[in-house]
């Protein structure tokens, strides 16, 4: 599996491109002011998408059999909310993302945190709009809001943000440093599996295998990055590399060393492909995806 190949040009990558294109559109809400200027700026990046494929993987696994795009698309919106916030100069201080400036460096950080703002309840409605056109039961749409809405705040993202930033400049022991990752990185990733699974009607030894394996491989992307961050060049990345040395952050990649670190991330993949095998969900899909989040180059 390769970047190209399958993520970048990948029928799924391109529908959930369209459905935030259409999201950029068609919200009224949005207009054309500065902060609406920023969001759409920020979600029409040229990312991965892993998050969104993910969901929609899960969701044939299960059996789905309708079109998830407009809910995976939901999830992007989350996520990029996330980065542009995390890209403040109160934050990480990054100035580039995804190949271009970052979105504070283009709109201003007070145009910037605004916009991540407004990005929330965004997702919110978005997968409210999503799941209902799915003819989800309000109960399950709720649910799905919920799964998404938790993994972005004080016990996910957020939290693992604020862990991050009063972790720099101190070295952090193993379990810290999951902990931190499992909630600013792994969270999210594992709530797009558990919704995928939700919006077709996994039961509960289906959504528990299918968090498990986000689990694992949430971690595992993380580590990733941390190595790709030590090792790879800012043309490569699409963003500034060296930032964790940079900032004396903890890394796998400082505490178990690049090729320790490697081992650990492929240790997770298996083991995340390893959850859903025994529950009879492993796709083609799901095993590439999880190779590819340790194997990729950027």
Not at 143 to 169: F, W
Not at 194 to 221: I, W
Request: hydrophobic share 45%; net charge negative.
């Amino acid at each position: 599996m390769t970047d190209t190949t399958v993520l970048h040009f990948g029928p799924d990558r391109i529908a959930v491109g369209a459905q935030i294109e259409e999201l950029c559109e068609s919200f009224p809400d949005l207009g054309n002011g500065a902060a609406a200027q920023a969001i759409r700026y920020s979600l029409l990046g040229a990312g991965k998408r892993i998050r969104a494929i993910l969901l929609l993987s899960a969701y044939r696994a299960v059996g789905g059999r309708g079109d998830a795009s407009a809910l995976a698309a939901a999830v992007e919106v989350v996520h990029a909310y996330s980065l542009v916030h995390d890209d403040l100069p109160c934050m990480d201080d990054d100035d580039m993302r995804r190949g271009r400036p970052t979105t504070h460096r283009m709109f201003g950080p007070h145009v910037a945190a605004v916009a991540g703002v407004v990005m929330v309840p965004l997702a919110v409605r978005y997968t409210l709009s999503s799941a209902r056109a799915l003819g989800l039961p309000e109960q399950k749409c709720a649910v799905i809001v919920q799964e998404l809405m938790r993994a972005s705040g004080a016990g996910g993202m957020v939290g693992g943000q604020l862990l991050d930033l009063a972790a720099e400049a101190r070295t952090l022991t193993l379990d810290e440093l999951e902990w931190v990752h499992r909630a600013k990185t792994g969270r999210l990733i594992e709530a797009a599996v558990r919704v995928g699974g939700l919006a077709a009607g996994a039961d509960r030894a289906e959504l528990d295998a299918l968090g498990r394996y986000g689990v694992a491989l949430g971690l595992a992307f993380q580590i990733a990055d941390d190595v790709l961050d030590a090792t790879a060049t800012t043309a490569e990345l699409g963003k500034t590399a060296g930032r964790d040395a940079a900032l004396k952050k903890s890394t796998y990649a400082v505490l178990l060393g690049i090729a320790g670190a490697r081992h650990r991330a492929q240790s997770l993949a298996d083991e995340a492909c390893a959850a859903l095998d025994g529950a009879g969900l492993l796709t083609d899909e799901l095993e590439q995806i999880a190779r590819f989040s340790v194997e990729r180059k950027k």
